[in-house]
């Protein structure tokens, strides 16, 4: 079946009925001290459009993690990708940004005053490169999270993270669902047992992987690494 892009329009909307509370929506909430302006919703909302666009059709592996960061989808609204990835300014994650976002220009939606060079995320660097290192060309795969927008510490503020609560990772599955239903993947990666029994309450076939983050990130790429050589599919492109 085509697919077309009014699809990721519809995706988008339904991202809009976030959980009350401590949860940020960075597609359609501002972020009063940390934006660069009242534009950012919509600069956000615009990239992860283009990014979920661009990948219908060729993506065939979609790594889900637990949630969004306050250093990575907070600002650019793509999970586990952050601004200076997706501007071209990370050191250790060599991809133009027009392989993430094909024909369009990205902007940093933080305010200089907080990051000049913008947020790094030490997850979407580690994962980034793993993906990219093992062939992988950017439009293969799809990064998401198991709980889609940024639940955050209400007494750190906006700028911090915290686990989803089990109400709210309940309200992030028919998101889950959603965004699977948008592409045909091969192969399903969940980043630690969150995501994992997210994606397991849908019935969806996924391998397990190590969070790459405390002190997890060597052994995620030998997990990572281990599943594409057991996968017997076609190797990624270089």
């Given at each position: 079946m085509k697919r077309h892009p009014e699809q990721v329009d519809r995706f988008l909307r339904?991202?809009?009925?976030?959980p009350t509370g401590s949860v940020f929506n960075p597609w359609w909430q501002k972020d009063p001290e940390n934006d660069i302006g009242p534009a950012a919703p919509r600069i956000r909302r615009?990239?992860?459009?283009?990014?979920?666009?661009?990948?219908?059709?060729?993506?065939?592996?979609?790594?889900?993690?637990e949630a969004l960061g306050y250093r990575g989808g907070h600002f650019t609204g793509i999970?586990?990708?952050?601004?200076?990835?997706?501007?071209g300014r990370s050191k250790k994650v060599a991809v133009s940004s027009d392989l993430i976002l094909p024909g369009f220009a990205p902007q940093q939606t933080s305010a200089p005053t907080r990051c000049p060079s913008g947020f790094s995320e030490p997850t979407a660097t580690i994962v980034w490169a793993a993906l990219l290192e093992a062939g992988f060309h950017p439009l293969e795969f799809v990064l998401w999270n198991a709980f889609p927008?940024?639940?955050?510490?209400?007494?750190?503020?906006?700028?911090s993270n915290r686990m989803p609560t089990k109400r709210e990772q309940a309200a992030g599955q028919s998101v889950l669902k959603a965004f699977l239903d948008l592409f045909s993947f091969r192969q399903v990666i969940a980043l630690g047992k969150i995501a994992a029994g997210q994606l397991a309450e849908l019935k969806v076939q996924t391998n397990c992987v190590r969070h790459p983050a405390s002190g997890g990130a060597r052994m995620f790429r030998q997990q990572v690494v281990a599943l594409f050589r057991a996968s017997g599919s076609?190797?990624?492109r270089s």
């Amino acid at each position: 079946m085509k697919r077309h892009p009014e699809q990721v329009d519809r995706f988008l909307r339904v991202l809009k009925k976030s959980p009350t509370g401590s949860v940020f929506n960075p597609w359609w909430q501002k972020d009063p001290e940390n934006d660069i302006g009242p534009a950012a919703p919509r600069i956000r909302r615009q990239q992860l459009r283009i990014y979920l666009g661009a990948r219908l059709g060729s993506a065939r592996l979609a790594v889900v993690g637990e949630a969004l960061g306050y250093r990575g989808g907070h600002f650019t609204g793509i999970a586990m990708t952050s601004e200076r990835i997706l501007l071209g300014r990370s050191k250790k994650v060599a991809v133009s940004s027009d392989l993430i976002l094909p024909g369009f220009a990205p902007q940093q939606t933080s305010a200089p005053t907080r990051c000049p060079s913008g947020f790094s995320e030490p997850t979407a660097t580690i994962v980034w490169a793993a993906l990219l290192e093992a062939g992988f060309h950017p439009l293969e795969f799809v990064l998401w999270n198991a709980f889609p927008w940024h639940s955050f510490d209400p007494r750190a503020g906006l700028l911090s993270n915290r686990m989803p609560t089990k109400r709210e990772q309940a309200a992030g599955q028919s998101v889950l669902k959603a965004f699977l239903d948008l592409f045909s993947f091969r192969q399903v990666i969940a980043l630690g047992k969150i995501a994992a029994g997210q994606l397991a309450e849908l019935k969806v076939q996924t391998n397990c992987v190590r969070h790459p983050a405390s002190g997890g990130a060597r052994m995620f790429r030998q997990q990572v690494v281990a599943l594409f050589r057991a996968s017997g599919s076609d190797s990624p492109r270089s």
